[in-house]
Nanobody, 124 residues
Framework: VQLVESGGGLVQAGGSLRLSCAAS????????MAWYRQAPGKERELVAR???????DYAESVKGRFTISRYSAENTVILQMDSLEPEDTAVYYC???????????????????WGQGTLVTVSS
């Protein structure tokens, strides 16, 4: 399974950005797709996650400002970020929990895959 991220960049406080992540490869099924972020000097943290049953989780700091959505047919997850704050500045990573097709015995294999990261900078 491979991930390709797009979006990110520089925006002023109060602005909006949209991140996209597309999964490809020998995907049998996807359990969850998520966005994490890591700011300088801080640990990586969960921003938002969407499960196969469309349930979502959000970090408290982004509730009401960020929206995660998934286009299942394209195995794509979108993070719409509105009312951005300087504190949102970080490298954002896409994360996918999926089952990968295998061609041997044992059935699909569970994998956790990370994207390469995309930088979001919010200026004050």
């Amino acid at each position: 399974v491979q991930l390709v991220e797009s979006g990110g960049g520089l925006v002023q406080a109060g602005g909006s950005l949209r991140l996209s992540c597309a999964a490809s490869g020998n995907i049998f099924s996807i359990d969850a797709m998520a966005w994490y972020r890591q700011a300088p000097g801080k640990e990586r943290e969960l921003v938002a996650r969407i499960f196969s049953d469309v349930r979502t989780d959000y970090a408290e700091s982004v509730k009401g400002r960020f929206t995660i959505s998934r286009y299942s047919a394209e195995n794509t997850v979108i993070l719409q970020m509105d009312s951005l704050e300087p504190e949102d500045t970080a490298v954002y990573y896409c994360n996918v929990e999926a089952y990968e097709v295998t061609y041997g015995l044992g059935g699909p294999r569970y994998v956790v895959v990370w994207g390469q990261g995309t930088l979001v900078t919010v200026s004050s």
